[in-house]
């Protein structure tokens, strides 16, 4: 079964819109971490935000949000004011376990997101 | 600049031929991975080296030799390879209670022919 779903291959969004991309993850372990990276078309993966599965406020970082539902098992990213430079693949990823250096991080399939002028 | 460096960013090999690519960090970390990203697959996690020990092999054939001399350095040995194994190579690191996951390194466009 996939740890980590991503289901919108593909978005496109109005510049100066915002846009929430889906995640939802499948985990029995009680601590894991909720990471968003984006990835523009140089291939660099770059980190975003991230939720913890024990913090009680949705994390936020500028005009990215994290929406952590944590009895549905999502954390969707909303982008807020979108701007031509959003343009990329997004990537969804979770680490089960605690925050330990060589735990793993489990990714999805990603959205490529599209931002309009 | 991440603090991540890989090379080569890009490179085109036969299938005798043998190459290396190549990861550094100096952030302090002691945790390094290798992963691959083929085209419409999620990632997949490859190599995990921990305190220069390797604690995760994730089933990788054989043609695909990791070594971390140290913290800092860690190397994809290739050879043998297949077409299928093209794909963009991504290094990362990462340390103990860092909320910021990995950090990763620009890659490395792997095309063999």
């Known amino acids: 079964a996939q740890k980590i779903t991503q289901t919108q291959p593909g978005m496109f969004v109005q510049e100066k819109e915002a846009v929430t991309l889906d995640c939802t993850y499948d985990?029995?372990?009680?601590?894991?971490?909720l990471f968003w990276y984006k990835q523009p078309s140089s291939g660099e993966m770059i980190f975003l935000i991230y939720q913890g599965s024990y913090d009680q406020q949705n994390a936020t970082e500028g005009r990215y949000s994290l929406n952590f539902q944590k009895a549905r098992k999502s954390a969707n990213l909303v982008i807020s004011a979108s701007q031509l430079g959003d343009s990329a693949m997004y990537f969804c990823?979770?680490?089960?376990?605690?925050?330990?250096?060589?735990?793993?991080?489990?990714f999805g399939g990603g959205t490529r997101l599209m931002v309009k002028p | 600049e991440t603090g991540v460096t890989q090379t080569p960013r890009h490179l085109v090999m036969g299938m005798t031929n043998k190459k290396s690519l190549k990861c550094e960090q100096h952030l302090g970390h002691n945790a390094m991975y290798w992963y691959k990203q083929s085209a419409k697959k999620p990632l997949e996690l490859m190599f995990v080296y921990n305190f220069k020990e390797q604690t995760e092999n994730n089933s990788v054939p054989s043609r695909f030799s990791p070594e971390c001399p140290n913290s800092s350095h860690l190397f994809l040995h290739l050879h043998t390879l297949q077409p299928e194994d093209s794909a963009l190579y991504l290094c990362?690191?990462?340390?103990?209670?860092?909320?910021?996951?990995?950090?990763f390194g620009s890659g490395t466009r792997l095309t063999v022919v």
């Open positions: 985990t029995s372990d009680p601590s894991y971490g």
């Open positions: 990823a979770m680490r089960e376990g605690p925050n330990n250096a060589g735990n793993m991080l489990t």
């Open positions: 990362a690191s990462s340390r103990d209670n860092d909320n910021y996951g990995y950090t």
